[in-house]
């Protein structure tokens, strides 16, 4: 028999990126309340809020609805999708919607304000909204994309069987964090000078020369 969760158990569904870029990070922000913005994540902030502020849409064939409530007891996570569109299908294969005719199958979008990464945490993000949505409304949800604002491109994304059990076990991972209640231990890696949380994370962080110390403040300006 499945495990489901209760609605006191449910974690944010943002917090699976944490999890993916950093489980230090993710226990700082979800356990301690820490948080400390910069640059990239205050544009991210802003950019999210323009798109759920943009209002809903219906087109012949396509039904765009913003700031979407999801919830999933099966992976234990609540929040929000910040574009599902609902594409008309044929037959009874896709969802149906309260008050409006026919059967749409969902397709999330989520808006990102850099490029796309490496280490596949935005994936992550979306497939969980998949899944959302599949648990929601009984309906499969096959892909979704990302926006990325700094390339203007619109990246299509397939939820296929090894993506979705990364989503499951990282779902899974971060359920097994909060539960012990503890904060990883800190690690520097070239990742942390983009960290909007690294002064909280790495205080008293040193260089270990004059020279190091001038080559990360120049490798922190050029990335800014």
Known sequence: MQHTYSDDELLPLSALQHMMFCERQCALIHLEQSWNENRLTAEGRLMHERVDNTGNETRRTVRISRGVSLRSLAL???????????????GDAGAVIPGIPGHWCPFPVEYKRGRRKQDGCDEVQLCAQALCLEEMLSAVVPAGALFYGQTRRRVDVTFDCRLRNLTIDTAARLHALVATR??????????????????????????????????????????A
């Open 76 to 90: 234990g996570l609540i929040g929000k999708a910040d574009v599902v569109e609902f594409h008309r299908v044929e």
């Open 182 to 223: 503890g904060v990883p231990p800190a690690r520097r890696e070239k990742k942390c000078r983009n960290c909007s949380m690294i002064d909280i994370c790495l205080p008293q962080r040193r260089a270990d020369s004059a020279t190091a110390y001038l080559r990360e403040q120049i490798e922190k300006t050029e990335s």
